[in-house]
């Protein structure tokens, strides 16, 4: 028998990269409300009481960025932040007519850029992710609820689940550390032990736990001071907690502030689609899709699959299905995953993969019977 253990982690809204996330995907569908068929690519950076908005949106649009950022800062502290306490800057212009040409000048849609995106599933929980980086994005959703429950608990906070494996199948947690933002009035005692009642205790599974599992609750001691006035918050910085915590390769690319002509964030919806569907059909116990894209050319140069040995039938085969049952062009991942909609604002925290909901089309299991 093979052990092993493996570590992801998440981090909550209040966290000053997802804050910068949830304001780039708030100005997306703001922006997609307007117009469908916009092209957006919105970078933000937040500190202290400044945030900075750039990139590049070419929109039939209104956009007023200062609502937006006042909408989401008021929504993650759960009280109105007025405008009069926010330090705007916006660096935005239109797209580049070469990067518009190379989606637009065939008869379909082109990639707006070139890279690889990987999607993933696995067997081993219901929603077809790993237990490690779902179970950190249970706690900072634990969290979320349990802070508007309890005061003392603010909005900066970090998760992170090492799980013990046993042949590639989850036996144990092994640790976990959870940190999170208080008043400066509450004691550390009193916030350890809230958080190991009323969060860890009712989120992580009680079969999983041994008395061999460590917790670290606030491990380096008080954190008052959190969110951008302790640190730098930006768009895309926070790839693994965004996907697979490490279980699958990566491209490189960020998904949040973009429309759906950018592939790198379209390719790995539809490969995450793909991926849950080769696994969700019993074809394999775990599956990773690879894409690969030229800018400006319709079909990707590569389709890669890896189901690391947990194939039922041949990989060739499992691939040439894949080819058949779905369409890997932009208009047509677009159109399969309807994604010139403005559901992107609740993808920003918690993950991308894995969820519930309509924002997540996704996650719905619509072709089985045809991959089969």
Known sequence: MRYTQHTSESVSDGHPDKIADQISDAVLDDVLRQDPYARVA????????????????????SIDYMKIVSGVLSNVYNQEVPSNEIELIIQVGEQSPEIAYGVDHGQGIGAGD???????????????????????????????LLRREAP???????????????DHKPVAVKSIVLSTQHTEEAKLAEVRELVMESLIKTVIPEELL???????????GTFVRGGPSADCGLTGRKLMVDTYGGFSLHGGGAFSGKDSTKVDRTAAYMARFVAKHV???????RCEICLAYAIGVENPVMIEIDTFGTAKIAEGEILDRIKRTFDFTPEGMIKTLDLRTPRFLPTATFGHFGREGESFTWEALTKIESLR
Do not use: R, W
């Open 42 to 61: 919105c970078e933000v950076l937040v500190k202290a009481h400044t945030v900075v908005i750039s990139g590049e949106v070419t929109a039939n649009a």
């Open 114 to 144: 070139q890279g690889i995106m990987y999607g993933y599933a696995c067997d081993e929980t219901d929603q077809l992710m790993p237990l490690p980086i779902y179970l950190s994005h249970q706690l900072m959703l634990g969290h979320q």
């Open 152 to 166: 003392i608990l603010l909005a900066d906070a970090k998760s992170q689940v090492t799980i013990a494996y046993q």
């Open 210 to 220: 041994t008395h061999e599992t460590q917790y670290f609750v606030n491990p380096s």
């Open 279 to 285: 696994v969700a059909s019993g074809m394999a116990g």
